[in-house]
């Protein structure tokens, strides 16, 4: 796919600067991510903080491992609050569809979604 090769393509992760500075006071009083990720999301002045600064940019980089640490916190408490069949999954790059959705449907089935 032409994506992989483009100059313009993203080469590490970006954040959103209120959700990461959420995410790392929250990591500094918790020891379990998942844990960490229940401070913000049940919270509401904290959820909304971060959701007010979508449409703003304000994105800063962060790691990968920070980040892939974010998003199976959020998944595992996503599941474990509402059920594994509340988290979805889709194909966003057309050209590696098969790659992409093979990948997620293994991933959704695991977790019983």
């Known amino acids: 796919s032409w ?11 970006l954040m959103r600067k ?10 500094l009083k918790h020891s379990d991510p998942v844990d960490a990720w229940g401070s913000i999301v049940s919270q509401p002045e ?22 892939n640490e974010l ?10 609050t509402f059920g594994p069949d ?3 999954g889709f194909s966003p790059i057309p050209a590696m569809s098969m790659v ?3 990948s997620g449907a293994r991933y959704l089935s695991l977790i019983g979604g």
């Open 3 to 13: 994506y992989l090769y483009s100059a313009n393509r993203l080469k590490y992760p």
């Open 18 to 27: 209120k959700l990461i500075q959420l995410w790392r006071e929250a990591k």
């Open 46 to 67: 904290k959820a909304k903080e971060y959701k007010a600064a979508r449409g703003r940019g304000g994105f800063v980089r962060s790691s990968w491992q920070e980040v």
């Open 71 to 80: 998003i199976a916190a959020s998944n595992v408490y996503t599941a474990k």
């Open 86 to 88: 509340r988290i979805i």
């Open 100 to 102: 992409s959705y093979a």
